[in-house]
């Protein structure tokens, strides 16, 4: 006996956590290129978040089914990269270094700064999906410490002062 076709059950029209409504289209289209294939969970993971911003929880379910693995072993390895996100991320990223070199030039006073100015803590995206901040371990600007990155740009010899200027090139 043949195997049945596998159905979409995702429910459609389900909201993405930042309210719009998930549409399932893109994610059809990444699916149908790997029907079949092996390895796919990885490369499929990628091409969602390259197409939603991030993984939403509907996706996650309609690819568990797809490639017919728990939800969870799915969760397990989103948690596990780094690249993946199961959140909605800012338009913005805002990167503050606590490296060494940072860390000695007051980089966690930065750090509140950034976090007071726009009133999230790492790890967190504004509610208006503008900013994600996030703290990492060396941006390879060391020389110029203490620093952060928005986006593609480097900024050095940050002093609280300078932050809100910095941010408000981003609004
Ligand atoms: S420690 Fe901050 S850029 Fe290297």
Known sequence: MSAM????TMPTGEAHE???VFDPTSLEGILEKYRGAKGALIPILQ???AS???LPRPAVGRIAKFLKVPE?????VATFYAQFHLHPRGRNIVRV????ACHVRGGEGILDA???ELKVKPGETTPDLRYTLERVACLGACGLSPAMMVNDTTYGR???KKIAEILKKYE
């Open 18 to 20: 930042n309210g719009t």
């Open 72 to 76: 969870s072993k799915i969760y397990g």
């Open 97 to 100: 270094c606590l490296g060494t």
């Open 47 to 49: 091409q969602t978040q």
């Open 114 to 116: 950034v976090s007071d």
């Open 5 to 8: 076709p596998e159905k979409n």
């Open 158 to 160: 940050l002093t609280k």
């Open 52 to 54: 939603y911003g991030y």
